[in-house]
């Protein structure tokens, strides 16, 4: 048989000497009490006492169950040391009593539900419009306002056809169509190489990293200011050339001031 451990039995040793000594008390109370105190004490109930009579008679039973709890726990007092401790580590780890609410019921919490909004949001705005009928519709206004200003042009403005070209006089000076005015204006400044391959496939290759570089969804120009940035740039770039090459270039191809010299620029 397992030695009972030196602690549990001097904790069973207090407990028992505790009951006992609240066991004398109450005897020594209840034979020095007056005979006549239980009538005294009932006199209240049944006179001019403004305690409910169904108050009194809850607090009369609930003191006589106390009572009989402890002259019964006092009877049944444990014999063994061993005994003793087990029931008191078994009495400091049972748990609090839960508390009752009314008729008895024991109050729990279920949940805690967060305040939502009143108003029901079925659908959230998007910025966002179909391409029928908003984008064909104004792309087709626009196309019809560029082809009725270009007739209204054509009948005002004479623009007849230049003669044969003839091989063996070479125009003074010898430009390109506009739209490689630019790369010709380039080929005055640098060596054939950086200028026709070399800035031409840096800018095309920039304007194809873009889109990796740039990667904000936005849609929004002061939302994609390096994107607008990129191309204004390269815009500018070929633009400033290409006016230099049509109205500040005469004879020979060398720098001209168009309202002193003339226009050497043809369509």
């Given at each position: 048989?397992?030695?009972?451990?030196?602690?549990?039995?001097k904790?069973?040793?207090?407990?028992r000497k505790?009951a006992?000594a609240?066991?004398a008390?109450?005897?020594?109370?209840?034979a020095a009490?007056?005979a006549?105190?239980g009538?005294?004490a009932?006199?209240?109930?049944?006179?001019?006492?403004?305690i409910?009579?169904?108050?009194?008679?809850?607090?009369?039973?609930a003191k006589?169950?106390?009572?009989a709890?402890e002259?019964?726990?006092?009877?049944?007092?444990?014999?063994?040391?061993?005994?003793?401790s087990?029931?008191?580590a078994?009495?400091?780890?049972?748990?609090p009593?839960?508390?009752?609410?009314?008729a008895?019921?024991?109050q729990r919490?279920?949940?805690?539900?967060?305040?939502?909004?009143?108003?029901d949001?079925?659908?959230?705005?998007?910025d966002?419009?179909?391409v029928?009928?908003?984008?064909?519709?104004v792309?087709f206004?626009?196309?019809?306002?560029?082809l009725?200003?270009?007739?209204?042009?054509?009948?005002?403005?004479n623009?007849?056809?230049?003669?044969v070209a003839?091989i063996?006089?070479?125009?003074?000076?010898s430009?390109?169509?506009?739209?490689?005015?630019?790369l010709?204006?380039?080929l005055?400044?640098?060596?054939?190489?950086?200028?026709g391959?070399?800035i031409?496939g840096?800018?095309i290759f920039?304007?194809?990293?873009a889109?990796?570089?740039?990667?904000?969804?936005s849609?929004k120009?002061?939302d994609?200011?390096?994107a607008?940035?990129?191309?204004?740039?390269?815009?500018?770039?070929?633009?400033?050339?290409?006016?230099i090459?049509?109205?500040?270039r005469?004879?020979?191809?060398?720098?001209?001031l168009?309202w002193?010299d003339?226009?050497?620029?043809?369509?």
């Amino acid at each position: 048989m397992a030695e009972i451990p030196e602690h549990l039995r001097k904790r069973a040793e207090e407990a028992r000497k505790k009951a006992e000594a609240k066991k004398a008390a109450e005897a020594g109370e209840v034979a020095a009490a007056p005979a006549e105190s239980g009538a005294d004490a009932d006199a209240p109930a049944a006179g001019d006492s403004k305690i409910p009579a169904h108050l009194l008679e809850r607090s009369k039973a609930a003191k006589a169950a106390k009572a009989a709890k402890e002259s019964a726990g006092a009877g049944g007092e444990l014999v063994g040391a061993g005994v003793g401790s087990a029931a008191a580590a078994v009495a400091s780890a049972a748990p609090p009593p839960a508390a009752a609410g009314p008729a008895g019921h024991t109050q729990r919490l279920l949940t805690v539900v967060k305040a939502g909004s009143i108003q029901d949001v079925k659908a959230a705005p998007v910025d966002k419009v179909h391409v029928w009928p908003h984008l064909l519709a104004v792309e087709f206004v626009s196309a019809l306002a560029v082809l009725a200003f270009t007739l209204i042009f054509s009948i005002f403005v004479n623009a007849p056809l230049l003669a044969v070209a003839n091989i063996n006089q070479t125009p003074n000076p010898s430009k390109a169509p506009w739209y490689f005015l630019g790369l010709q204006e380039l080929l005055t400044m640098f060596h054939p190489m950086v200028a026709g391959v070399t800035i031409p496939g840096i800018g095309i290759f920039l304007l194809i990293l873009a889109p990796y570089i740039d990667r904000n969804p936005s849609n929004k120009p002061e939302d994609r200011k390096f994107a607008i940035a990129l191309f204004t740039v390269q815009m500018m770039f070929w633009a400033v050339l290409t006016i230099i090459s049509s109205f500040f270039r005469g004879p020979g191809y060398n720098f001209i001031l168009p309202w002193n010299d003339g226009l050497f620029f043809e369509l």
